[in-house]
């Protein structure tokens, strides 16, 4: 997969050289490049902001260095140099959510073009115009306010890089994870049995894997519903059988609508 970023401050991106991260690059698996927007500024300050339009508080982002990037990372011919028709992805408070699914989405594209704002953000009609060129899409990791969106492109990246075929070496520990079903994890023990008088519950020492199953789903469906109500009430009315609502039940949690057992 190739990985272009523009930001203004592309010493962000130094986390990328460590780890899995840096392993897929080094591997090629990942070709990453990090630009600094001002490389497409021709005034003497390098000028990337001006005041908005309508009024109101902070900056924006004029939109002729932002053209200029987008032209030179997304020529619309396809020049011998690999270049291919990027997505762009633009991190804002304002996107749609980024999820697991998308996660997965991106993972399956082969070249991804990050647009890191500052500021209160980019001119819109750079979005605009980009998106009669390639797939433009605005996420957002949660509903709260950054600096501007280079940390984003680094949860981003993670999310998808370790999606990347040969990037996980343990193939187990993809399909078992938060999220892809549904459900948040249930907790995880490991060596000693006993530390400061907390001991690991019996039941995964006990070597009956169907109890062991069981205990992890009552485990995950408590949680999930103390914590994200939201992911309960999501679920398919298929997806609670008879023991799953029974567990919600003992919790004290009502199970969400379902089919009615006869
Ligand atoms: C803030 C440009 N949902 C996380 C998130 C993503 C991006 C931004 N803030 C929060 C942001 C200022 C300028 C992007």
């Not at 840096?22 to 003497?44: E, I, P, S």
């Not at 509903?143 to 949860?155: I, P, T």
């Not at 679920?235 to 919790?251: I, K, N, S, V, Y």
Request: charged share 25%; with cysteine; net charge negative.
């Amino acid at each position: 997969m190739r990985v272009d970023i523009v930001s203004i401050f592309p010493e962000y991106f130094a986390p990328l050289d460590l780890s899995l991260i840096g392993k897929a690059r080094a591997n090629g698996t990942l070709r990453l490049a990090v630009h600094d927007l001002r490389t497409w500024t021709h005034d003497v300050h390098r000028t990337v902001d001006d005041t908005p339009y309508g009024g109101g508080p902070g900056m924006v982002m004029r939109p002729e260095p932002w053209g200029e990037a987008l032209d030179a990372l997304a020529p619309g011919e396809l020049s011998p140099d690999g270049h291919t028709l990027p997505r762009l992805l633009v991190p804002s408070p304002a996107g749609v959510p980024f999820t697991q699914a998308l996660a997965h989405e991106l993972a399956a594209e082969s070249h991804l073009l990050f647009a890191c704002g500052r500021y209160e953000g980019i001119d819109q009609r750079v979005l605009d115009h980009a998106a009669t060129r390639m797939p433009v899409t605005e996420v957002s990791l949660g509903d709260y306010v950054l600096f501007g969106g280079e940390v984003a492109v680094l949860v981003i990246l993670e999310a998808v890089t370790r999606l990347l075929p040969g990037v996980l070496g343990n193939a187990g520990s993809l399909d078992e994870e938060s999220h892809a079903h549904g459900l948040l994890e249930a907790p995880l023990y490991t060596k000693p049995a006993s530390w400061r008088g907390l001991d690991v519950p019996e039941v995964l020492r006990s070597g009956d894997h169907a109890r062991i199953d069981r205990w992890r789903r009552d485990e995950s469906l408590l949680r999930t519903a103390a914590r994200r109500p939201d992911m309960v009430a999501g679920l398919a009315p298929e997806a609670l059988g008879e023991r799953d609502r029974a567990a919600l039940d003992r919790g004290g949690f009502s199970s969400p609508p379902g089919h009615v057992a006869k």
